[in-house]
């Protein structure tokens, strides 16, 4: 969808698209399994624990960083990354909203 197109839609509709878009990869999705599961994590752990080159999920870290997933702190040499607790609150309500919807409004063609 062009840029220009997002206008029409509201905040929630183009935050959870790009966040969709952004989890829509299982590489992310692993990357994002590895940092709950370890809480906190170096990249180059995370490289260990995935079956893709450092190079990759360096670029899947950027995407899921982006729509604010992940945040990442510089430590030394390397970069902390940790789930966005509060990115993962909001993605939680808006989806919970989309799903409350849909069982409130059940007249459906049958």
Not at 30 to 35: D, G, K
Not at 91 to 96: N, R
Request: with cysteine; proline share 3%; glycine share 4%.
């Amino acid at each position: 969808m062009g840029l220009t197109k997002t206008e029409f839609f509201t905040q929630e509709q183009n935050q959870l698209a790009a966040i969709f878009k952004a989890l829509a990869h299982p590489a992310r999705i692993a990357i994002l399994q590895v940092l709950i599961e370890k809480d906190t994590c170096i990249c180059g752990d995370i490289v260990e624990e995935l079956p893709l080159a450092q190079p990759t999920v360096s670029q899947h870290l950027k995407e899921l960083k982006s729509v604010g997933l992940v945040k990442g702190e510089i430590e030394g040499t390397s970069i902390c990354y940790c789930i966005n607790q509060e990115t993962w609150s909001q993605v939680k309500h808006l989806v919970d909203d989309l799903f409350t919807a849909l069982s409130v409004n059940q007249k459906c063609c049958s």
